[in-house]
């Protein structure tokens, strides 16, 4: 992918919350008067032929013998989350306005440091934990009424 910012993890996952934030907004739109299950399968559907379409057109799939045992057990257990994620994800966007709902949703982000050092062995600095403080403290305020 070469070097530079547009190949670093960070160029990507700023793409990655662009992205996030115009399946938030997209969806609150597309729910308005769709069950919102369907809607998640609706959704996975273009997911899945989309990626399809991407490893094809790319040449990056690859023999489902070469992956190992341990990687289909996570990346199942991995999928199950997911689904689970976006059914509540966008239940929660039929009843909840988006512009507060997507920010609790991104709580996730407390969860994964918390697991990432509890179970991953990650290292995180004061600078790094008060971060994440200020994530929760954030995530507080939106979600408790006044």
Do not use: H
Not at 30 to 37: A, L, Y
Not at 65 to 83: D, Q
């Amino acid at each position: 992918m070469g070097s530079g910012f547009f190949s670093s993890w960070t160029f990507w996952a700023l793409l990655s919350a662009v992205f996030a934030a115009l399946t938030a907004i997209f969806g609150k739109i597309g729910i308005e008067n769709v069950n919102s299950d369907f809607a998640t399968l609706l959704r996975t559907g273009v997911v899945l032929v989309s990626l399809a379409l991407i490893l094809y057109a790319t040449g990056q799939y690859q023999s489902l013998e070469s992956i190992s045992a341990k990687s289909y057990l996570f990346l199942l257990l991995s999928g199950l989350a997911t689904g689970a994620s976006w059914l509540c994800y966008y239940r929660a966007l039929k009843l909840g306005p988006a512009s507060l709902v997507a920010p609790v949703d991104k709580l996730s982000v407390v969860i994964v440091a918390v697991i990432g050092v509890a179970l991953l062995g990650e290292k995180l600095d004061l600078r790094q934990w008060s971060a994440i403080g200020l994530i929760t403290a954030g995530v507080v305020l939106l979600a408790v009424r006044r």
